[in-house]
């Protein structure tokens, strides 16, 4: 599992949704569907209409993997931080009920705004538990 109290920042570069389905398609539930997938150096993240999923790449080969499962009715709060002026790389945090916060960072040209919207659309309407 990714160890997300680490304070590690994921710097995610956005990958087509295909290839992230190539990775959790065979996980998926039904009426679950991917809507961005992102990359780090190893590891992957996908963002589904009901959870995040975290793919941490282990070994030298990378064959072996963990998958972490975070659905949206665990988040309390969420937030963005836009680009500045200077930097392209926009920010997301979501706090998770029992784990506390996990950090995004976006690199490079990317639309957090509208983002942001379909992550509270999800958040917002996922049943509490």
């Given at each position: 599992m990714l160890d997300f109290?680490?304070?590690?920042?994921?710097?995610?570069?956005e990958i087509p949704a295909q290839e992230g389905m190539q990775l959790v398609g065979g996980m998926l539930i039904d009426g679950e569907s991917i809507f961005a997938s992102f990359k780090t150096v190893r590891d992957h993240v996908i963002f589904?209409?009901?959870?995040?999923?975290?793919?941490?790449v282990e070994g030298i080969t990378g064959k072996k993997r963990d998958y972490t499962s975070l659905p949206?009715?665990?988040?309390?709060?969420?937030?963005?931080?836009?680009?500045?002026?200077?930097?392209?790389d926009t920010q997301m945090d979501l706090w998770f009920m029992g784990m506390?916060?996990?950090?995004?960072?976006?690199?490079?040209?990317?639309?957090i705004a509208s983002f942001n919207k379909l992550i509270a659309n999800y958040i917002l309407e996922a049943p509490i538990r």
């Open positions: 109290n680490s304070n590690l920042v994921f710097k995610l570069k589904t209409n009901h959870r995040v999923i975290a793919i941490n949206y009715a665990k988040i309390q709060a969420f937030s963005v931080l836009t680009a500045s002026l200077l930097g392209l506390g916060l996990v950090h995004f960072e976006f690199s490079g040209k990317f639309d």
